[in-house]
T-cell receptor, first 115, second 117 residues
Framework: AQSVSQHNHHVILSEAASLELGCNYS??????LFWYVQYPGQHLQLLLK??????LVKGIKGFEAEFIKSKFSFNLRKPSVQWSDTAEYFC?????????????FGTGTLLAVQP | DTGVSQNPRHKITKRGQNVTFRCDPI?????LYWYRQTLGQGPEFLTY????????KSRLLSDRFSAERPKGSFSTLEIQRTEQGDSAMYLC???????????????FGPGTRLTVT
């Protein structure tokens, strides 16, 4: 069965610090990978996605993620965080070409950026 | 607003009562998903529809849960004889599957927060 692990449950950073959130998945086949973000009081929004091609993908608001197949990882990065990045971040995976396209989510990482 | 909408946003009910939630997906999306999210966890898949057909149900969806999408547009999720363990955020998402310009990614609604007392 597929599973997703997010190792950092709660991260506190100062503004302008660099961010890297870890995500590892467990699945032997080809996958589609996603990062979703949930800002306080708002619904889940897609931050970025990887389907195929260049393993370094860029998303909205300066975020990027790198797919490393050999490590089953899809870590999220941002060079310089802002207070407005305070949110909960979820990594998700689904089986490429799977009929369901259901998403398997990690437990989330709560990021607090201090001004 | 042309995003996914859910009603009600909050529901408080007593144990044993039935509740029904509604989800209106993005209009051109043919797939609709239901997820459940509890505190400290990521969303967990419950079921999904392609048009009006319910194609998969998770083992999390006990016999007390039923979902419909009668005309392939909005969907309802009903929980009968609610239990305290049903307290959670119920999320709906939609996507466009197949066709000339599929998007595949899922767009989420704001959720319905259920509290069972």
């Amino acid at each position: 069965a597929q599973s997703v692990s997010q190792h950092n449950h709660h991260v506190i950073l100062s503004e302008a610090a660099s961010l890297e959130l870890g995500c590892n998945y467990s699945y032997g086949g080809t996958v589609n990978l996603f990062w979703y973000v949930q800002y306080p009081g708002q619904h889940l929004q897609l931050l970025l996605k990887y389907f195929s091609g260049d393993p370094l993908v860029k998303g909205i608001k300066g975020f990027e993620a790198e797919f490393i197949k050999s490590k089953f990882s899809f870590n999220l990065r941002k060079p310089s965080v802002q207070w407005s990045d305070t949110a909960e971040y979820f990594c998700a995976v689904n089986a490429y070409g799977g009929a369901t396209n259901k998403l398997i989510f990690g437990t989330g990482t709560l990021l607090a950026v201090q001004p | 607003d042309t995003g996914v909408s859910q009603n009600p946003r909050h529901k408080i009910t007593k144990r044993g009562q039935n509740v029904t939630f509604r989800c209106d997906p993005i209009s051109e999306h043919n797939r609709l998903y239901w997820y459940r999210q509890t505190l400290g966890q990521g969303p967990e898949f419950l079921t999904y529809f392609q048009n009006e057909a319910q194609l998969e149900k998770s083992r999390l969806l006990s016999d007390r849960f039923s979902a419909e999408r009668p005309k392939g547009s909005f969907s309802t999720l009903e929980i009968q004889r609610t239990e305290q363990g049903d307290s959670a955020m119920y999320l709906c998402a939609s996507s466009l599957w197949g066709g000339a310009s599929p998007t595949y990614e899922q767009y989420f609604g704001p959720g319905t927060r259920l509290t069972v007392t």
